[in-house]
């Protein structure tokens, strides 16, 4: 019974098996069988097939070798492929600035300003020339003869110092300006002339002035609290600062609405902090997104965790209701808390007239990008238990008296998958401005694209189809991005309500804000599309 290269080991063994099963007069022992695994070899070497030394029948003997052990230690179908590691991949979050100033405080106004007339004179003398697209990828030390337009540029700008030596090399003090350069724009500060930072340097002057006087003015008359510490989040920038003693702790990336679905203005405060949050389907998607889906699919809402309740909380069961017709609207659909809930593990409450918050979300590959305008209205907020982590600093932990909600309470403070709301006994002011230009302590301005429009208002009878967004660095605008804009609504007067710390509009000359009837609104609170809808 010596096998041929035709007969693999395996097969061979489960013969022998078989046989002496059958006649009695054989057992095969596992010890007997040398099976290579597939990992272990070469790929070249794979079906190569080597005769065994010992495949002889031996003697029946008094205690035979079981039948499972064989069997497993034998297997004749062929070996499957190593499993893929479940771990998840390890997060990404686009990179931030560093800088400790605050995008907003109270001195951000008059440093705009200041810097909007700076600007204005640049324009009077002509602003700066364009830079051709053969810089793109020049190389440290390479001559080009628009090298000395560049200089000029990035001196008046405050990014070459003045006092740098003429010339048409790319040298080091000229790569720190363009590094400089970059990091003011948003971009990232490589010092390398790629497409995006040409886009940027070729924005006229009376653009970039345009910017700095719109953002001066949509914060005219501001009348935040800032107070020792507080949230800024700025729209454009899509990003979030822990602010404490003037300087900034803590900055995250962030997700903020799509043109057409704008994060909206707002000055108030951050009240609460809840864990494990349910998420109520607006009806908006429920018309639009589920109830098609349920068409196409009747377990969807199984799948998604979607419950159907009536009056008074009772759940319905989604097969008595007629999906043909558009009567599930009428009901409230709610998202279980969990790891897939559209907003995430991490809430963060604020009282506003738009029903807005900061959140976590289960769509965390949208941190990683440099334009970041896809979320329904919310903030989604990158790393934002660390961001919780901040705003519990000196509220008491779940341990009573004396404890504290570090990172491993927060953590078990969640793993448990009940919803949990803590109140913060001193709310913490936060506010969302829509700063496109601005300029800090230094003088030195920042620019973000105008992702809304909202620096060049349309005509009150301009087509709405006509409006673009305008793009006044290097980002492209996000795929969403392409549909007609809607204006930003700001928050104007604010209702009145329970909590008199809700402010009023950040710019008198802000667009008038959106009209949202009372449902309306209630439904904005829970509007961010989790994958599930989107």
């Known amino acids: 019974m010596v096998p041929t290269p035709s007969r693999p080991r395996a097969a061979v063994a489960a013969g022998l098996c078989l046989s002496a099963l059958l006649t009695g007069t054989a057992t095969v022992h596992a010890q007997d069988i040398a099976v290579v695994p597939v990992a272990q070899q070469p790929a070249a070497e794979i079906t190569k097939i080597e005769p065994a030394k010992e495949m002889i029948p031996k003697p029946l003997e008094p205690a035979p070798v079981p039948v499972q052990p064989l069997v497993e230690a034998s297997p004749a179908k062929p070996q499957e492929a190593p499993r893929k590691s479940r771990e998840p991949a390890p997060l990404v979050y686009a990179k931030v600035s560093t800088d400790p100033v605050p995008t907003f405080s109270s001195q951000t ?201 009536g009056p008074g909380g009772t759940e319905v069961d989604p097969t008595k209701i007629d999906w043909a017709s558009e009567k599930a609207a009428n009901y409230t659909l709610r998202q279980d808390s969990g790891l897939d809930n559209s907003l995430g593990q991490v809430r963060i409450d604020m009282p506003n007239r738009f029903a807005v918050y900061m959140h976590d979300t289960p769509a965390k590959s949208l941190f990683a990008r440099s334009v970041r305008f896809h979320s329904h209205g919310c903030v989604r907020v990158g790393q934002v238990k660390e961001l919780v982590g901040w705003l519990l600093q000196g509220v008491e932990g779940p341990n009573g008296p004396g404890s504290t909600w570090g990172a491993m309470e927060i953590e078990s403070g969640i793993a448990d998958g009940e919803r949990r709301d803590i ?57 969403a991005a392409q549909a007609a804009p809607k204006p930003a609504p700001a928050a104007s007067a604010a209702p009145k309500s329970a909590d008199p710390t809700t402010t009023g509009s950040l710019s008198p000359r802000s667009p008038a804000p959106r009209t949202l009837p009372p449902a309306t609104a209630a439904e904005r609170r829970n509007s961010e599309a989790a994958p599930l809808v989107r």
Request: aromatic share 6%; proline share 10%.
């Open 109 to 309: 106004f008059l440093n705009t300003l200041r810097a909007a007339e700076r600007y204005a004179a640049f324009v009077e003398a002509g602003g700066w020339e364009k830079v051709p697209d053969t810089l793109i990828s020049l190389k440290p030390g390479e001559r080009h003869p628009a090298i000395p337009a560049l200089r000029h540029h990035l001196t008046l700008e405050g990014d070459l110092p003045a006092d740098a030596p003429p010339s048409d090399r790319l040298d080091p003090p000229l790569v720190a300006a363009i590094s400089a350069f970059q990091g003011r724009h948003g971009l990232p500060d490589s010092g390398i002339l790629g497409r995006l930072t040409i886009n940027a340097l070729n924005v006229p002057a009376e653009t970039r002035q345009k910017q700095l006087a719109a953002s001066a003015s949509r914060l005219m008359g501001v009348k935040f609290a800032f107070g020792e510490r507080y949230v800024a989040v700025n729209i454009p920038s899509a990003t979030v600062e822990a602010i404490e003693n003037g300087q900034v702790v803590r900055r995250y990336v962030a997700v903020v609405g799509s043109h057409d679905k704008a994060t909206p203005t707002i000055e108030t405060r951050i009240t609460d902090i809840n864990f494990n949050p349910t998420w109520t389907v607006p009806v908006s998607v429920v018309k639009n997104e589920i109830i098609p889906q349920m068409r196409k699919n009747p377990g969807y809402l199984a799948k998604n965790r979607i419950r159907i309740l």
């Open 423 to 479: 109140k913060l006994p001193k709310p913490i002011p936060v506010a969302f401005v829509y700063l496109t230009g601005y300029a800090g302590p230094d003088g030195r301005a920042q620019f973000r694209d105008d992702i809304y429009g909202l620096d060049s208002p349309k005509p009150e009878n301009a087509k709405p189809e006509n409006a673009k967004p305008v793009s006044t660095s290097a980002s492209k605008p996000a795929p």
